[in-house]
């Protein structure tokens, strides 16, 4: 029984192993083509989605210039000062590509990603933390990507 389970625990491992290795390869072409772009300015439609409290402000109108967020706003015009901390690191590309690079280092429970085929950007990234907890996945959905002069 002993060996059954130590089998068990390879197999496990080796599965565990090979997505882990899949998303890195993807994460890696699609960041190195998101790169090549090199775009220095442009806006998107950023949802932040979870069982949290600004579903409202959804979805996020974000413009970045030369890698700094210019601004940030929600889609009716509320406040999104109180969430700042989690809206602020996914205010730009390069803040998603470190959020799903984060979620692979820390080895989430679950991570499914869509990458833009055109620029690369991740554009659908649902991310869950752990097995055990009800209700901790978070969702970062990019929309309505435009390159700006």
């Not at 002993?2 to 072409?29: D, M, P, W």
């Not at 772009?37 to 210039?65: D, T």
């Not at 692979?104 to 679950?110: D, E, P, W």
């Amino acid at each position: 029984m002993k060996k059954l389970g130590l089998i068990f625990i390879i197999l496990l491992v080796a599965f565990l192993t090979s997505c882990s290795s899949q998303n890195r390869e993807a994460y890696e072409k699609n960041l190195a083509l998101w790169e090549s772009k090199a775009i220095q300015h442009y806006r998107f439609n950023l949802k932040v989605g979870c069982n949290c409290p600004w579903y409202s402000l959804m979805p996020l109108k974000v413009e970045v210039k030369n890698g700094e967020m210019l601004s940030m706003v929600a889609s009716n015009g509320g406040d999104i000062t109180p969430f700042q901390d989690t809206f602020r690191p996914r205010g730009t590309v390069e803040g998603l590509f470190d959020t799903v690079d984060a979620a692979m280092i820390r080895g989430a429970y679950k991570l499914e990603i869509k990458y833009d085929g055109t620029y690369g950007f991740p554009a659908s990234t649902v991310i869950d933390q752990s097995r055990m907890m009800t209700d901790d996945a978070i969702g970062y959905y990019v929309t309505d990507f435009e390159v700006l002069p």
